[in-house]
């Protein structure tokens, strides 16, 4: 990993939000991980987890309690002029969860996708606009006919391949998945992976993946971080973190996915998280390399433990 | 076995104004006792409804069922009245929804909510149905049910909920469960748990299921039998084993193609094209033939009917007529054909 | 399986056995014709009954407002002594029996007076033309109305739009605002501020109803915004980097519309009421000019002898009041996003 790029560093990030009098919830509690150019960041997680809130707050949708994302060596919550936060909108985009929520059901899908062309003045007349858009469309796969359409009339797939057009229009960097696929049909969430991967290869796109469904998240990323309770528990390689689990909250939700395979399922053995294993009366828990770059949230008994059960 | 459930030729129809969407276009399967039949297919395939038929659901007069039978131990629920209905459901036949939240009501205690319908149906007093309830929360593993019956739905979490659910619908020890995606708006922990439950209840009381569910995992892990939805029919229907190791219809393949296994990496995922056809005109021929990749002339000009694969095993595409070419199948479904031979050998062991 | 049938039993053209060509750019028609959201609720208002009859009630009543006025040869304020307290006559619709010129009791004052003109709805005890009054106070109650209800749309929709967009202290303070004048009872500030003119004319009159009336409306906004504020499309286009202007303008107000209009269209009447109201207690327009309300509140007085000269704008002002309630509710229904699929 060492020739590879730093894009965005997530240092000790932290969101919590107030609910009542002295009531925090901790929706992020101090992570931190760095995301190369190029590559696709899985992050999975129940709901609950954090893990979507950490995407919302590396976009800046909310402001972080404390702590940096630095993108490309630029800090995305310090203070910004509107040229400098103009700039970073540009660059980092995000897809959303719901596709019928995530259009507005009162725009044409021609003004949905231009809105980023719009905003950011990237055509110089009505002509270049819509051939901006036309191209957008059938970038991901739809025709120039719908462009005068308006969202409800379309299906889930093809809604959330709109949102991605309109993600497109201003040429990002670094998008943000939140979810992508989770309200999709399973014949559609492959159209939906498979463009975002062919986009990826094409624009060299570097991806935040965010998602439940841990075998799409294995699929499509390079590396994976698993969020338990506003936390990042363990990040590996992905085939390392589905081959050689660690931390047992991973394990337990590894053991859990159903797959579509009647034999392996009537002899699935489900392991059950307990978190009372872990004694951190001592020591507050921090994210160790267990083995080069396979990091697990631990204690430092618990480090030379796993250290001996891995040695590989 | 004994047959339980038939449904013959259903045609469910809903008048919006736009037209005429034709949901249901000619539904049969049977279900037997204690038996686990999981209908897949995806948003609008008229697996709901299908299920909705048959618990007399149908929202009047926007739906109507068209033409069909449903025998419910030899009673066809189709043509009763509402007052015969209203005592089939919640007490032979009980339905448990997808959001456990929508499905219980907030300003009621959850023992006053599962008793209600041991006390309407059974008559029993509410002492022995206090009895019972508790023991049904406990049989859905509630731990503490003597406290938990004066608890209101929101001290309950997410999963705990479901559970409250199913208790309520087993209380009047019915014979047919249909769950529509009872785990979908649930994490994958507790999701497996609710599974496991639902098997461990089916071995305890011989309760026959239908399961609806888009989540071929899912299906793999509760159902017996599978029946596999598109546009309004069933177009292949067998065991699990035969759906999942040796399917037949193009749209099994896809379905089963685009789901990323553990070791597939980095290659294109097999995806099916375009968006389900709108069933206001439901296409002439196979419905799924626009998007079908391998689809013949056929398919595009005459409805298939079902072709029998083996004894248990049936599917609706023309290239299982003889005359059909050979066609190859995605490399995933070839896969899932050794997987199979796999599966018979430990079963050997 | 009873449909399933043997295979050898089919025999079909092996030329349907070729493989079709598959062209999977064509799978993404749509077949269905193009709807915009504003066709589609208009489509299903005509369909609602009662929406389509209070509509064809309103343009009825709205057209005598606007014509029967300009069209009467009478003034609304021009009076005749001789001809006070005429029942009502009207020109071949007296064939029937009804509007004939004559009272309760069968007599023809019309003949007894020697009056040879037409007083459609009779006239009042100053002997001017109700028929020309009641629409002339139609005009006036429908313009009360729709001055309450603009006034009320203008600050309502910013008052609440501010406070649910911006959020925070700002929402905190402006909400304990509204909260206060809610707690000031609504009648004692309108009569109050009509107190403080000498002479209520239509101006004061409707602003004394804005005075509290927009607290409903804003807080209808605010309910809207708070929850459309977090809806992906608006968090999408922020991350795109829509500035404020663009947010409220093109993604909020948009989507906010359905509900303000139904409210505005349940303002309209209301405010009609309310000035009826007022006008039974008194503070309403002052004569010679008259509003539906004034007028039933004058009627009322004689209703014993000349039942007519309430029972006419009655009529009216509750038709009026049951065609908008009608047709908002329709607009209601035709709106609502959770009847769309």
Redesign the interface.
Known sequence: MENKKVLVEVKNLKQYFNVGKGNTVKAIDDITFDIYKGETFGLVGESGSGKSTTGRTIIRLYDATSGNVIYNGEDVHGKKSRAQLKDLNRKIQMIFQDPYASLNPRMTVADIIAEGIDIHGLAKSKEERMKMVYDLLETVGLNREHASRYPHEFSGGQRQRIGIARALAVQPEFIIADEPISALDVSIQAQVVNLMKKLQKEKGLTYLFIAHDLSMVKYISDRIGVMHRGRIVELANSDDLYANPIHPYTKSLLSAIPLPDPNYERNRKRVVYDPTVHDYSKEEPVLREVKEGHWVLCSEDEFSKYKDEYKF | MVKLLEVK?LYVSFF???GEVHAVRGV?FELKKGETLAIVG??GSGKSVTTKAVMGLIPKPSGLIKKGEILFEGKDLAKMKESELQNVRGKEIAMIFQDPMTSLNPTMTIGKQIMEGMIKHQKVSKDAALKKTIELLDLVGIPQPELRVKQYPHQFSGGMRQRVVIAMSLACNPKLLIADEPTTAL??????QI??LMKDIQKKTGVAIIFIT????????V?DRVAVMYAGKIIE?GT??DV??NPQHPYTW???A?????D??GD?????????P?L??PPKGDAF??????????????QP????VSNTH?AST?L??????EITPPDAVLKRRN?RT??GE??GK | MDKAQNEKQLKINPELFQPAEYDPSKVEVITRPSLTFWKDASRRLLQNRGATFGLILLTIILCFALFAPIFSSYKYSDQNLRHAKLPPKMPYIEKLGVMDGKDKDGFDWYATKKVDKYYYFGTDDLGRDQWTRIWTGARISLLIGLIAASVDLLIGVMYGGISGYYGGRLDTIMQRLVEVLMGVPYLIVVILFILLFEEPGVLTISLAMVVTGWVSMSRVVRGQILKLKNQEYVLASRTLGSPDGRLIFKHLLPNVMGPIIVMTMFTIPSAIFAEAFLSFIGLGIKPPLASLGSLVSDGYKSIRTYPHLMMYPALVISSLILSFNLVADGLRDALDPKMRK
């Open positions: 030729d919006t104004h736009a049969d995806e948003s994490d994958v922990t507790i999701q497996a599974l496991e888009h989540d071929l995992g899912v299906v793999a892990n159902a229907t699990v084993d999942f190791y896809g379905l089963l685009s789901m990323p296994d553990m597939s990496k294109e995922l097999f995806s099916i094209a375009g968006t389900p709108d206001i005109a033939a626009a998007r079908n990749p391998f689809a013949l002339k056929a398919d595009f000009e005459l009917p079902m072709f029998k049936y023309w299982l007529h003889p005359d059909a070419p997987l796999k599966a430990n079963r």
